[in-house]
């Protein structure tokens, strides 16, 4: 059997019940984590626009409201919101972001049918695996960004396994959606391109189409994920990787969760500059002549001083440790239009030099490592280095930490008791027979 074949076989076959706890955990984790980035981004004014002009009628959430929608366009709306303030979760394997790509069109799907939360989060931990070990296998043009590509397959795969698809629907649901991704461009990140806040819903919604289009009977290539990925969208992708160690090692088990509200390449220098901030009274930056920072070559690409807007500035590294300096924080107030024109922000981003450390780009992926030497302007000089992003697998955040980051952001929509109740029935979700008290819970949670 191919390896394709493998996948499909592994995806459609795998039963609920032989995934360990440790994962299924994991998984309910992932996905409170992004209901709580979906609800945060949907209450920025772009994003509710959007939803007002998203019309019909269906059985689908739009998360953070008491709307409903069909699940293919429930699924776009709550994919764009979940991206929109840089907080949800990834796989640094992978390079993006497969729980965004996932849950929300798993959700859309799920809220038409009768199925237990075991299940549920079932069909998460294999789209999030399939869709992962894609991008894990590929290497995509450098000039392509990585959401809404293999993204489709995520949800494609979590929908196919919903509806009850068999290794050979799971094949043909695997192999089509790889043609319903996006040729996105990876400058709309460093432009401030809001296009780019869509990719992971468009993705959610074209999973949803693959599950109708499966239903009635649509095919794809034989090897639609070989042909996409390793001769459209890249030259090289590696067969033997996308089915190494199929149910053994689940991609879910190696993500990680952001408290940094920004890009994760500018996580690696944020946590070395809270290294100094802890050690250092009165660090901020009234107090700083330069600050340079040394990286690996991806985030020596987040190099502009001068972000024009939000977005954008979530992708700057200059602007991040500005605006954590002069705010003191490095959480959604600190990315917003008001500090990107601040001038207190902009003058000390023009004072920060990134550069690449070859040796550090070298650790990629498996490190992300940063150093910051900050000069006082008493000629003082500061330095810190990390060797790993905190809220990696290897140096995780705990279920405390991400549950407080999930109250803090559903709370910009929510009451806080409901979204306690909420974080309680997710946690709860494996051993739930329906998936009717979460919704319901869901849906009387605005304020």
Known sequence: MDSLG?????????????????????????????????VGGAAEPDVAALASRQAGDGPALVIGTSQKRPPGTAALLNGTAGTTLEMDEGNQFCKGHPGMHTVPAALGVASQLQISGADLLAAIAVGYDVGARVGISTRLRPSMHPHGTWGSICAATAVARLQGASPDQMRHAISLSASLGLSTSRRTMLEGGTVRNVFAGVSGQMGVLAGDMIAAGFTGDHDGVAQVFGHVVSNSFDADAFSDSLGNRWEVSRNYFKMHSCCRYNHAALDALAQLSARTAGLDGSTVKSIVV????????????SPKNVLAGKFSVPFAVASALVNGSTGVDSFTMPNVVNPKIIALAQRVKVIEDLTMTALLPHKRPAKITVTLKSGEVLEAATETNRGDWSDPYSEADVRNKYLSLT?????????????????ALSSATSLDDVFTEMAQAPR
């Open 411 to 427: 709370t910009r929509l929510w009451h806080k008791k409901a979204a306690i109740r909420v974080w309680d029935k997710i946690m």
């Open 294 to 305: 040394e990286t690996y070559s991806l985030a020596v690409e987040l190099d502009d001083p």
């Open 6 to 38: 493998q996948v499909a076989e592994f995806a459609a076959l795998t039963p609920t019940t032989s995934i360990c706890h440790e994962v299924s955990a994991r998984t309910s984790l992932i996905l409170a984590d992004c209901i709580g980035a979906i």
